[in-house]
Every structure is written in C-alpha cells, then in structure tokens.
C-alpha cells in the first residue's frame, strides 16, 4: 500500500511528457507607467492530452526573461492559469470530435524598470514545454516513454521579443501584438482553405506576417531548465519541409497581413509557425512568434461557390455576375458613386448544411 500512494504522489507532484500541445503564444500588454501584463496562451489537446500534463498549481509555468545582447537572464515571471475554454468550431455540425482544443490561459503583471531594460537590442521571455501531439504528421514526434532514447521528440519554446521601455532618454511604451484567432474549422483536400490569421496591435505599430520552421525544446524533459537563445527548431519528416510545411497544391503561405491559405492534397494533422514581426516608424522593435496546428480531414460536405451579383444603384436589375466594371462621370455625386451586391448560396438550401450558410467578405482595396 505505501509503495502505491508514493507512486501516486510522484504522479501528481511532476508534470509529465505527454502529448498535449497545439500551440499557443506569448503577449505582454503595457497597463500603465512600467507595468506591463505578460500573458502565454496555450492550446491543449483534449483527446490526446493527458490531464496531468496540464500545468497548473506549482506547476504553472515560469517564463524567463533574456537580454538580447548578450543573453544575460533578468528575471522569471511566474504565471498563473485564469481561464480556460474550449475552442469551437464555427460551424458545429461540421465537428463530429476529430480534435478538440482548449485554451489555457495563464498570466502575470510585472514591472520593467527603466534603469534596468535601457538596452537598444531588447530582451527576449521564453518558455519550454515538452511535448507536442504524438500524432503530428509532418514533423518527428515521437513518444520518448515507449521509445526510450529517442532523438525524435518535439517540444514547443514559446518565445517573444520586445524592445526597451526607454528610447533616448524617454519612455517608450509597447504592446505586443494581441487577440490571435485560433484555428477553428478543419481544411478538406483538394478544397481551396483560406483564413484570416492576423492579430491586432493596440499601438498602431505595423505587422509582418511569415512562415517559420517550429522551435523544439532543448531536452525531452517535460519541462526543461530555463536557458537563453539559441533553441532547436523541430525535425521535418521526409517529404516536408519549411517550403513543403503540408505538401499542398498550392502549399501553406501566409501573406505580408496574414492571410493564411493552403489548398491541401494530404489527409492529416499538421503543425506550422508564424512569426509576426513588430515595426514603429520603419524600425523593428519586436517578434512574436505562434504554433498551431491544421487538420485536414476528407469529411466535408460537397459545397457548391456562392454566387455574386452587382448593379449600379441606377440600374433595375442585378446584371454584373463576378466581374463588375464600373465608371462615373465627374458630376455624379459621391452619394451616387456606389454598387449594390447580392450574394446567394444553393447550400443554403440544404438539408445537411442545416439550410444556412455562413458567408463572410473581405475587401481588398
């Protein structure tokens, strides 16, 4: 009997190496004067993450705090898990549970005194959890507690660099990039797959957006000592690559404003990086960088285009079908310069679609 509570306290005492992890980020928010609020979004897998494998309690996760320059460690924040909630899917019915992520988010507010995070380089906080989902298809990921001394493990360093709070001589207030959208619909092969995967920046500072090869963790151990730049990046498995991330046609890309857009051929889970680079004035002052993963599964409904329609406010009827050109003279008034569009959908009218649709639009000037 005692031999089997020890076993039971050693397993709720240390987290374990399990799989677990989607992605997730790191932001820090400025609040006011030199306080700033450090938060790291996690996505946790609940089908295939074990509950144990959850940092919570003394187990929350502690983040460090670099010196760009030269590596120097400043401090570690202690993080604490606040909310919880799972990620759903925009379309339900289109779910029948292939994969289920929560986000976990933890947080913390700290000071950066200026005396002491002056440095023009910046710093750095990061973070190390191993391990990602076993059942990833695109990189090396394997279970290290059925194939002792494997090589071939993933972990995720959640990493985040931002500037000094203090730019000649005058405070210099930043926030991070923030409000990520998680992915929440499943790609299908053969089938265009496009969404919008950008975050917003309370300063007004620009964004931009590229594809990354996924950093790993420096050790297999579920979580590793606290340790400055540099980390490993994940191994690819054959045929996959920063270039090939899901063998597409077109493969996975993401625009300069994050558009993410892939038209898979593939069935699979696989998982990508995005870093999100910070600019002021034409100047970098920061990197964000955010894991997540696409499951591309031959499950979807047949889906039919949705057709669009224009007309100038003028005319009677809708007569322009896809292309629309349009010209005034210069004594239209500006009220008058204008289009009218009409979108319908024979999905909507579907039993299997639920007789809706969700359509939405982005203009592009």
């Not at 204008?338 to 982005?362: G, H, L, Y």
Request: glycine content about 6%; charged content about 20%.
């Amino acid at each position: 009997m005692k031999k089997i509570i020890l076993t039971l306290l050693l397993l709720i005492s240390f987290p374990l190496v399990a799989s677990h992890i989607v992605g997730g980020e790191f932001e820090l928010i400025h609040l006011s004067g030199n306080t700033y609020r450090l938060n790291l979004i996690i996505y946790f897998d609940k089908i295939y993450g074990a509950p144990g494998a959850k940092d919570v309690g003394p187990n929350s996760p502690r983040a460090s705090i670099y010196r760009k320059r030269d590596n120097v460690f400043m401090r570690e924040v202690f993080l604490n898990l606040t909310e919880e909630s799972r990620v759903s899917y925009t379309q339900p019915e289109c779910s029948k549970g292939e994969i289920i992520t929560d986000r976990l988010f933890y947080t913390a507010d700290i000071t950066l005194p200026p005396d002491q995070y002056n440095d023009a380089l910046g710093y750095y906080v990061v973070w190390q959890r191993c391990c990602r989902n076993y059942q990833i298809d695109n990189i090396y990921s394997v279970n290290v507690g059925t194939n002792p001394g494997s090589s071939l493990y993933a972990g995720q360093t959640f990493y985040l660099e931002f500037p000094a709070v203090v730019k000649d001589g005058q405070p210099f207030y930043n926030s991070s990039p923030r409000l990520f959208p998680p992915l929440n619909d499943y790609a299908c092969p053969q089938r265009p797959y496009y969404v919008d995967f950008a975050g917003v920046d309370d300063d007004g500072d620009s964004l931009y957006y590229s594809l990354t090869t996924p950093l790993n963790t420096t050790t297999v151990d579920a979580l590793p000592l606290s340790s400055p730049l540099p980390y490993p990046t994940i191994l690819w498995k054959p045929g996959f690559s920063l270039t090939h991330i899901m063998n597409g046609s077109p493969d996975l890309k993401i625009s300069n404003d994050g558009l993410l857009t892939v038209t898979p051929v593939l069935q699979g889970l696989f998982v990508f990086a995005v870093k999100v680079e910070e600019f002021r004035d034409k100047v970098k002052i920061g990197e964000s960088r955010r894991d997540f993963q696409m499951l591309v599964l031959d499950a979807c409904p047949q889906a039919e285009p949705p057709q669009i329609v224009g007309k100038k406010l003028t005319d009677a009827t809708f007569t322009y079908d896809k292309t629309m050109s349009v010209s005034f003279n210069n004594t239209v008034a500006d009220a008058d310069r204008c289009i009218q569009i009409r979108v319908s959908d024979p999905d909507a009218s579907k039993i299997e679609d639920n007789f809706t649709e969700k359509i939405s639009i982005r203009a592009v000037s």
